[in-house]
């Protein structure tokens, strides 16, 4: 069954601001949420449903994939690191860290109604997700490459193993919540859940803290990673590392590392999309009488062109499959030669006299352009007078 066009499920135009998102979102998620229709499955669905598509929406980069890919986008593992996904723990993925119907709930909601998140506190401690900026040149991102980057994050503490407590100690039971990292009350119909603020949801606490991290569990250091860059990336392409992010507050899980490409300017190719551009001089003697070419490639060899006689600048060569790496394919685009028809400079005088010959002794049609412009110029005149 073909899924419903997120627009339409959340009621709104295509090019509606985040605030009107935002306000359709609220409403719809009212209507099915589950605490307000329990037992109605065909309403936890449509709340899955509108939940999904709000999340899309809302992300900038998720939303620009969405528009010009539809739902394909996030398909086939696209989301998330999982089957599919590049080797070494690296996956490209439209969205951020975190996230889930969860994140989407508590932004709104934030902790009422019971919120969903669960206890132990996993999520409260979650560490930072993290962007690091890497520009490579065009062959790299032609082959694929494997580089290393240095990141200054937050790292376990080896002292405490994340613990947070001291060596030979280990962290109690919040006696404010007894473990559960959450405590309730009862207002009119509603259970209202929040945050232990004894423990912070971790449903522990630290009664000896590690000397070493002052019982973060965590420690500032700078680390070194190995970034696999497939062949066929485009500019803006951002690879997720899971995992390598911050680490998580006392134990709780790491965040993702985000790695954003760049794709520096190349001096003689232009790219665009699988296909690559290059401007070639070509000798006026050349252009006029016909030749050959030889036009470097972005795969490092050469390649011979065959110009015709009157070859004029601004034509195009194509030479097949020898443009750019497609990504997660075999093929290549092709690449476009543009003659650039290159006029002498610095005659001899023995040269300029033999131009002038060459010219006396032209005959009609040699220079279509030149004839063909004058003579709508002339009848422009023409008309004038009239």
């Given amino acids: 069954m073909a899924k419903q066009d997120y627009y339409e499920l959340l009621g709104v135009e295509k090019g509606a601001s985040a605030d009107e998102l935002k306000k359709a979102y609220r409403k719809m998620a009212m209507q099915y949420h589950p605490d307000r229709n329990q037992g109605d499955k065909d ?14 929406l809302k992300d900038d980069q998720k939303r620009a994939a969405y528009d010009r890919f539809g739902h394909a986008a996030f398909e086939n593992g696209g989301g998330r690191g999982g089957p599919g996904a590049g080797g070494g723990g690296f996956n490209f993925d439209f969205g951020g860290g975190g996230g889930g119907f969860a994140d989407i709930f508590d932004e709104m909601f934030g ?9 132990g506190g996993g999520a409260s401690g979650r560490g930072q997700d993290l962007r690091y900026n890497l520009e490579i040149g065009l062959e790299e991102a032609f082959k694929g490459t494997q580089t290393n980057v240095r990141v200054p994050t937050s790292v376990q503490c080896d002292g405490c193993n994340g613990s947070g407590a001291a060596a030979g100690t280990q962290p109690i039971t919040c006696p404010t919540c007894q473990g559960h990292g959450k405590i309730r009350a009862q207002q009119g119909f509603f259970t209202i859940e929040r945050t232990c603020p004894g423990c912070h949801g971790a449903g522990k606490v630290i009664k000896d803290a590690c000397k070493t991290c002052g019982g973060a569990g965590r420690l ?23 995992g390598e992010g911050e680490a998580g507050l006392r134990g709780a899980p790491a965040g993702d590392l985000y790695i954003f490409l760049a794709i520096a300017p190349h001096p003689i190719f232009q790219r665009d999309g699988a296909n690559i551009q290059c401007r070639v001089p070509i000798p006026m003697t050349t252009a006029a009488l016909g030749g050959t070419v030889e036009v470097p490639t972005i795969d490092g060899t050469r390649t011979k062109v065959t110009v015709p006689p009157g070859t004029q600048s601004g034509h195009q060569f194509r030479i097949k499959s020898k443009g750019m790496s497609v990504l997660r394919s075999a093929q290549r685009g092709d690449m476009y030669i543009q003659a650039v028809v290159e006029t002498p400079v610095n005659l001899t ?3 300029q006299e033999l131009l002038r010959e060459f010219e006396s002794g032209g005959k009609e049609g040699s220079n279509p352009q030149s004839e063909g412009f004058f003579a709508k110029v002339k009848e422009l005149w023409e008309d004038l007078k009239d």
């Fill in 220 to 242: 500032r250091k700078e680390k070194t990673l190995q970034v696999n860059i497939p062949a066929g990336v485009e500019d803006g392409t951002r690879i997720r590392l899971a």
């Fill in 111 to 119: 902790e009422f109604m019971g919120g969903r998140r669960g206890g």
């Fill in 349 to 351: 005088k023995r040269q």
């Fill in 43 to 56: 309403a936890e669905h449509k709340f899955k449903e509108v939940s999904e598509a709000y999340e899309i």
